[in-house]
């Protein structure tokens, strides 16, 4: 259809004229609506154009969570926008969390609190850059299920969980006294390939059963004519989502392709990007943040910048994109706020954008908290990883011919260990492949206890190894993150396909799902004794257990304070601070190379137990290392590009 560029105007005059005038009308009900005549919202039967931040709650302490949306309500912005991350809440089927860090309910009320407005965007799938896009991975029981389709026992698990979230949201809604004024529908449903319009109205259909017939349910799609179409249908209000430097009339014309009258909205204007591991890290300069959202405005339009603030894939909750790439720890998004929520140049330029369109609220804006350099720990070796199985897998070993994923052992995140005997003597190398590369992601191999090498998905399939017939082959595979976007979101983890020793299929599995987590929780402790085994190479060190402890320094105010982790020398692995899994570390690979640690899980009264998980080459094996703790963040450390081609501003969310 002809673009028309007096749409734009119309509510823009609406907006001019209600600048600083208050406009309370205390008899009219509280209502969110869509004013189709005049191009805009209209919030109590005013016109009503919103300015918004992404923030993911699930990337937050809870104990960062009043912090972050008073600074945002600072900017300027008159609502936040989130997801629910579904595999978040139900970690098994039926069986919900919504407490502590997932207090969702009380998310919603700080924002409520603060001043702020939320359009809520509960999936089920997100994207996002989390975990296969926040579907759970128990979903993959049947290993046929299409998801995000009409598959019934998919649409059965996204009822169940619907049926539990739903209600809850519905006393939150704005016509219900809450501050969400709209509910998004699946997230760019269509940029996926089953385009499968039963699945959205059933989705329609199921959120107006249980949020009721006011409240706006709405689509985002990215700006293209062929991803709104299989993205959106009726019931849905259809907008869509593009970066800083498209061509904004452009994009805003394609949703009056689909929306020829109503409020014209970007449901994600990038502020930054993701990184993914091996990658340059991205930034988008301010100057072309604050241009554009300058001319959003100016147009009278709505939007959501994405991200307001990233915030951190804290324990295994990063999603990957193909060919396999995991995104890293840190989901910092060079965003207006910073991961550690620090004020940036991007916050202030982005709030002066909006200071020209809305009154900003008085009052100070909450400082960036100080930040203390610890300096370093020393860590000893406990144990290598193989040595602890009787911990680490209380529930003993599952044995079959051939292997089995993830999901076949009830294991949905972290690791795997597959262990069997070397079939034949490979005193001389012999190759261990995955012909049809299915390990997912990465596995680390040793032979009697002695560090063979690493198989990564999509990159090293073969590896050459040496024993003895009879030697135990142990290949601990790590889950790095499920895909979170495109056709391929069914992402099995652990040994999906067969392995092959020389030309033969390796057989008699006995696999150990590890539960790494509860027994790092319940402290691991030093055995009386130890292995004999080797268990260092030159290139390699067995998956071993590095601990170490240190005491906040006392006499000097107001610690702890937040702090960064820094790992000199050490190659891949996981942390846990008391308990706490801050999450994976790769400065080998980078761009990432320290690590965040929030002030609330620090210990003033006793020492602070840090445990780390190195999977591939410790520096301990040649002299005595540290972990240190500096006040300063690396995210951008220089990395030789592993994945020539990849463009910003392409991968979606
Ligand atoms: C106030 O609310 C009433 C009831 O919804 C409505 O009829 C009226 O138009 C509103 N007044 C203004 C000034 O918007
Ligand atoms: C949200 O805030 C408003 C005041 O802005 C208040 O009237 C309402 O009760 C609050 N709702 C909830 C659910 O806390
Ligand atoms: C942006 O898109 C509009 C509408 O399609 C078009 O008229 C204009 O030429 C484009 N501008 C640029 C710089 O490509
Ligand atoms: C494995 O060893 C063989 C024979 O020594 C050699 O030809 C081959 O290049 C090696 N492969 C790898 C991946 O190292
Ligand atoms: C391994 O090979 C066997 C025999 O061909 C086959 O039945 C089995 O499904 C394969 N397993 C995997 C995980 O590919
Ligand atoms: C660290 O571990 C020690 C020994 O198990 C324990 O006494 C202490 O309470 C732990 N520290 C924290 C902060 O949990
Ligand atoms: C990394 O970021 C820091 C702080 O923003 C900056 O000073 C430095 O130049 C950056 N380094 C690279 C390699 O981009």
């Known amino acids: ?25 205390v008899s009219a009900k509280r209502t969110f609506q869509i004013d189709y005549e005049n191009n805009c919202f209209k919030k109590d039967g005013e016109p ?26 600072m900017a300027g912005l008159n609502a936040v926008q989130m997801y629910v991350p579904w595999n978040f809440h139900e970690v098994m089927p039926k069986k919900f969390v919504f407490d502590g860090d997932k207090d969702l309910e009380h998310f919603l009320k700080l924002a409520n609190d603060t001043g702020l407005l939320v359009i809520l965007r509960p999936g089920p799938y997100i994207c996002a850059e989390w975990d296969m896009g926040s579907l759970p991975a128990w979903i993959l029981k049947k290993d046929t299920v299409i998801l995000r389709s009409s598959d019934p026992d ?13 209600p809850k949201i519905k006393p939150l809604l704005y016509n219900n006294g809450g501050p969400i ?25 199921l959120f107006r059963y249980h949020l ?29 989502d593009f970066g800083p430097t498209e061509n904004i009339t452009g994009c805003f014309e394609v949703q009056r392709h689909f929306e020829p009258k109503g409020p014209l909205v970007n449901s994600e204007m990038y502020t930054g990007w993701l990184d993914h591991w091996g990658e340059k890290h991205q930034v988008v300069a301010t100057s072309v943040i604050t241009r554009a959202l300058d001319t959003v405005l100016g ?4 939007v959501n910048m994405y991200m307001f603030i990233g915030g951190t894939n804290f324990g295994y909750w990063n999603g990957a994109n193909t060919p396999y790439a995991a995104q890293p720890t840190s989901y910092d998004y060079d965003a207006p706020l910073s991961e550690a929520g620090d004020l940036t140049d991007k916050y202030f330029a982005l709030r002066e954008v909006i200071r020209k369109y809305k009154k900003l609220p008085d009052g100070p804006i909450p400082p960036s908290v ?51 005997l070397l079939p034949k003597d490979c005193s001389s190398p012999t190759s261990l492949s995955s012909p049809l590369n299915g390990v997912h992601d990465r596995a680390y191999i040793t032979v009697d206890g002695v560090p063979q090498g690493v198989l990564e998905r999509d990159k090293v399939l073969s590896i050459n190894i040496t024993g003895k017939t009879g030697a135990t082959l142990d290949i601990l595979v790590e889950n790095q993150g499920r895909i979170n976007f495109g056709r391929y979101i069914n992402d099995f983890k652990g040994l999906v396909t067969n392995l092959t020793l020389g030309k033969d299929f390796l057989t008699g599995w006995t696999m150990y799902p590890l539960r790494i987590d509860d027994a790092v929780g319940q402290g691991l402790k030093e055995k009386s004794h130890k292995s004999f085994l080797s268990s260092t190479s030159s290139t390699f060190s067995a998956p071993a257990f590095y601990i170490g402890s240190f005491d906040i320094p006392s006499g000097i105010p107001d610690l702890p304070q937040d702090t960064f982790i820094n790992f000199p020398g050490w190659t891949k692995g996981q942390i846990w601070i008391n308990g706490f899994n801050l999450g ?48 300063t963040p690396v995210l951008n450390a220089t990395v030789s590009n592993i994945f020539p081609g990849r463009k910003l501003f392409a991968g979606g969310h």
């Open 154 to 166: 998919y649409l059965a698990a996204v009822d169940q969980w619907m049926n539990v979230l739903l």
């Open 212 to 240: 009721g017939d006011e409240v706006i349910l709405f689509s985002t799609d990215g700006s293209g004519i062929g991803y709104v179409k299989c993205g959106t249908v009726e019931g849905l209000y259809a907008t869509v």
């Open 370 to 420: 100080p930040k203390f350099a610890y300096g370093p720990v020393p860590l000893k070796k406990l144990h290598i990883l193989s040595e602890m199985l009787d911990v680490l897998c209380p529930s003993g070993p599952v044995k079959s011919v051939y292997p089995l994923n993830f999901v076949q052992l009830n294991q949905y995140f972290g690791f795997v260990l597959y262990r069997t």
């Open 181 to 205: 004024i709209s509910v998004q529908v699946e997230n760019e449903y269509g940029s996926y390939f089953a385009c499968d319009y039963d699945y959205l109205r059933h989705l329609v259909k």
């Open 1 to 25: 259809m002809a673009f028309s560029g007096s749409v734009f105007s119309f509510c823009y005059l609406f907006f001019l004229g209600i600048f600083s005038i208050s406009l309370l009308n």
């Open 299 to 302: 147009l009278g339009a709505n």
């Open 584 to 631: 994976r570390y790769w400065p080998a690979r980078g761009p990432q190379i320290t690590l965040y640690v929030p002030r609330h899980i620090l210990s003033t009264s006793a020492p602070n137990n840090i445990t780390v998980l190195e999977l591939e080459k410790s520096p301990c094996d040649v002299k005595p290392c540290v972990v240190e703790f500096v006040d």
């Open 48 to 73: 009503f154009r919103y300015i918004s931040g992404s923030i993911h709650y699930s990337r937050v302490p809870r104990y960062y969570w009043k912090d972050r949306l008073l600074k945002m309500y």
